[in-house]
C-alpha cells in the first residue's frame, strides 16, 4: 500500500470539509481531500442550493418542470466552485474514494494511506428515519431523493415539522400538490413559538394541512397509496411520503475506533476547540450534531484552520449564530430567544418588539404579516427574533451586533433608508429607548431649565 504523507487530511468535501482545504492551502499547507460522493456535500447536491431554487421557482409560479429545471441549473451554475479541478487549481490533491481510519493519524482510501499531521472529519450528516412500524416496507422520499423526483406529487405527506419539513411543504404546496405535515412534538421546536405560529398560519392559509404533536406508529402502502396511521387511529392517505425527522452523523465506516475518536448518538464528541478525543483529529459540521448549517460548517473550517496553521487555541462560539427558515414568511434568529434569555436572566431581561404592520415598506407592498423582538440584558441584545418578509436577510444586522457585543444604542444610532424593510431594527431599539427618554422626568427638568435660559 503507497503511503503518502501530508500536513492536514480532509474527510468529506462539503461546506465544512471545502471550506478547510481552501483556506489552509492558500495560506501553504499541503492537503489531501477525500471524498466519497459528489463534491459540495449535501448543501451543494442535496440540501441549501436545491431547496432554495425550488422554493424561488415555487413562489414565482413555475410548473414542475420549470421549476425541477431551474433547481438543477443552479446546482450546475454553483458547482464549478466546489470541482475537483478548482480544488486542484489551488493546489489540494483531491481523492475521489471513501476514507477509513487504519489508524491515530492515519487514513486509508482506495487502498492507499495518507499520514498526516492533522486529520479533519466533516463527514456531515445523514437522513434519520425514525422508528416506525412498517416504514421501511414504504417508498419513502428523503433530502436525497426528493429533488429529482420526475412527477409532481398529488398528495405529499411529511414527517415531521422541522426546516426540511415546513420549507418543503412551502415550495410543493406552490408547485400545487396537496401537502400534510405531521408533527411528533412542536413545529420548528427550538425557535420562538410566536413566530413559529406566524409561519404556521401562513402556510395553513395557503392549504397546507400542519398536525403537530400526532405521533405516527404506523405506515403502509406502496407506490402512489401511502397510508398513515397516528397514535390516536387516524389514518392519512397520500400519494407520497417524504420523511424530513433530523438527521444521524455519517460516521458508519470510519472506523473511528482505530484512531481513538469517540462518537454518541448525537455525532463525533468534540471540545470549544472542536478537537475530538484525538488531539490531533478535529471534526466539524453535521457530523458533530451541533447546529447543523453550512454557516456553521463554515465558520467552524475558520476556527480550526487557526489552530492547524498557527497553533493559536481558537475556541468555536455559538451565541453569535444566526438560522433562517425560507418560508415565505422567513423566520429568523440569532443568539436566545424570548424564552432562553428570560430562563437565563430572569427579570433582567426586556423585551424591545416592532411589527411589520408598522413599517412603511411593508404595508406598501402587503408583507405586513411578522415582526421583530430583541431580547435585551443591561443595554446589549442577547438575542433577536425576526419573522417576516426578508427576515433571513435582515438578521445579518443583529448577527454583527451580537457578534460584535455591540450596545443597542449601536443599532438606535444608525441611519436606515426610507422606506425599507431594515427600519423594523431601528424601530425596535428606538421602542427600547423612547420610554427612558419620553417618559423621563430628569429629561423633561433638565429641557424646561434649558428653555428658560437658551436666548
Ligand atoms: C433539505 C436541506 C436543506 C438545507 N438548507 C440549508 C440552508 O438553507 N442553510 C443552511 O445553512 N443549511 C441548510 N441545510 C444544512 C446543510 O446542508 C448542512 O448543515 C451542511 O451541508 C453540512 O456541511 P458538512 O460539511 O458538515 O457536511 P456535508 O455537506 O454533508 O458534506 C459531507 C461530505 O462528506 C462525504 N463523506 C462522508 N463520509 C465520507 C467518507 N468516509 N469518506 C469520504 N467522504 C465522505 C459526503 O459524501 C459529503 O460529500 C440543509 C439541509 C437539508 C437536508
Ligand atoms: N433553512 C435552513 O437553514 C435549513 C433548511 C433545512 C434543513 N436545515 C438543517 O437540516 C437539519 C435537518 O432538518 P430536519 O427538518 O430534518 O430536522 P429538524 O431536527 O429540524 O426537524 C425534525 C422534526 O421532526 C420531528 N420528528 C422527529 N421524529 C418524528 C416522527 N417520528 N414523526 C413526526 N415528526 C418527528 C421533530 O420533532 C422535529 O420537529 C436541521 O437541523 C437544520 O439545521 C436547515
Redesign the pocket.
Known amino acids: 500500500m503507497s503511503v503518502t504523507k501530508t500536513d492536514i487530511c480532509v474527510i468529506g468535501a462539503g461546506s465544512g470539509g471545502l471550506s478547510v482545504a481552501a483556506g489552509a492551502v492558500q495560506m501553504g499547507a499541503r492537503v489531501v481531500l477525500i471524498e466519497a460522493g459528489e463534491m459540495g456535500g449535501d448543501c451543494l447536491n442535496t440540501?441549501?442550493v436545491p431547496?432554495k431554487a425550488l422554493l424561488h421557482a415555487a413562489c414565482a409560479g413555475m410548473d414542475w418542470q420549470d421549476a425541477h429545471d431551474h433547481v438543477r441549473a443552479t446546482i450546475a451554475a454553483i458547482a464549478p466552485h466546489d470541482s475537483v479541478e478548482r480544488f486542484e487549481g489551488l493546489g489540494v490533491r483531491v481523492i475521489k474514494g471513501f476514507a477509513r481510519f487504519t489508524g491515530p493519524r492515519e487514513v486509508a482510501v482506495n487502498g492507499e494511506t495518507i499520514r498526516a499531521r492533522r486529520i479533519v472529519i466533516a463527514t456531515g450528516?445523514r437522513?434519520?428515519l425514525?422508528?416506525?412500524a412498517g416504514l421501511e416496507d414504504v417508498p419513502c422520499l428523503t433530502?436525497e431523493t426528493i429533488f429529482a423526483l420526475a412527477e409532481r406529487p398529488e398528495h405529499l405527506l411529511i414527517?415531521?415539522?422541522?426546516?426540511?419539513?415546513?420549507?418543503m411543504a412551502e415550495a410543493h404546496r406552490r408547485l400545487g400538490c396537496e401537502v400534510t405535515v405531521?408533527?411528533?412534538?412542536?413545529?420548528?421546536?427550538?425557535d420562538d413559538p410566536e413566530a413559529v405560529a406566524v409561519v404556521l398560519a401562513a402556510l395553513r392559509a395557503r392549504g397546507v394541512r400542519i398536525e403537530e404533536d400526532?405521533?405516527?406508529v404506523r405506515a403502509q402502502g406502496g407506490d402512489g397509496r401511502i397510508t398513515l396511521t397516528t397514535a390516536d387511529g387516524a389514518r392519512i392517505t397520500g400519494s407520497h411520503l417524504l420523511v424530513?425527522?433530523?438527521?444521524a452523523p455519517a460516521i458508519e465506516g470510519l472506523d473511528l475506533d482505530k484512531a481513538g475518536v469517540e462518537a454518541g448518538s448525537g455525532g463525533i464528541v468534540v471540545d470549544t476547540r472542536l478537537r475530538s478525543t484525538n488531539r490531533r483529529i478535529h471534526a466539524i459540521g453535521?457530523v458533530t450534531g451541533g447546529?447543523?448549517?453550512?454557516h456553521v460548517a463554515g465558520y467552524q473550517a475558520g476556527v480550526i484552520i487557526r489552530a492547524m496553521l498557527f497553533g493559536l487555541p481558537a475556541k468555536a462560539r455559538a451565541d453569535h449564530i444566526p438560522?433562517?427558515?425560507?418560508t415565505a414568511p422567513e423566520l429568523a434568529q440569532v443568539g436566545l430567544t424570548e424564552a432562553e434569555a428570560r430562563a437565563r436572566y430572569g427579570d433582567g431581561v426586556e423585551i424591545a418588539r416592532a411589527a411589520f404592520s408598522g413599517n412603511d415598506r411593508a404595508v406598501a407592498t402587503g408583507e405586513t404579516a411578522g415582526f421583530l423582538k430583541v431580547m435585551v440584558h443591561k443595554g446589549r441584545p442577547v438575542g433577536a427574533t425576526l419573522v417576516g418578509a426578508g427576515a433571513g436577510e435582515q438578521i445579518a444586522l443583529w448577527a454583527l451586533a451580537l457578534s460584535g457585543r455591540q450596545k443597542l444604542s449601536a443599532i438606535a444610532g444608525i441611519v436606515v433608508p426610507y422606506p425599507t424593510m431594515a427600519e423594523i431594527s431601528k424601530r425596535a431599539a428606538g421602542v427600547y429607548f423612547a420610554p427612558r427618554l419620553f417618559d423621563n422626568k430628569t429629561v423633561k427638568r433638565v429641557v424646561r431649565a434649558v428653555q428658560t435660559i437658551l436666548p
Not at 415539522?161 to 420549507?167: H, K, R, S, T, Y
Not at 438560522?323 to 425560507?326: M, N
Request: charged share 15%.
Open positions: 440540501g441549501c431547496s450528516s437522513p434519520r425514525p422508528a416506525i433530502n414527517l415531521g415539522a422541522g426546516a426540511v419539513g415546513l420549507e405531521l408533527e411528533a412534538a412542536r413545529a420548528m421546536g427550538r400526532m405521533p405516527v424530513a425527522t433530523g438527521r453535521d447546529a447543523q448549517f453550512t438560522h433562517a427558515l425560507y
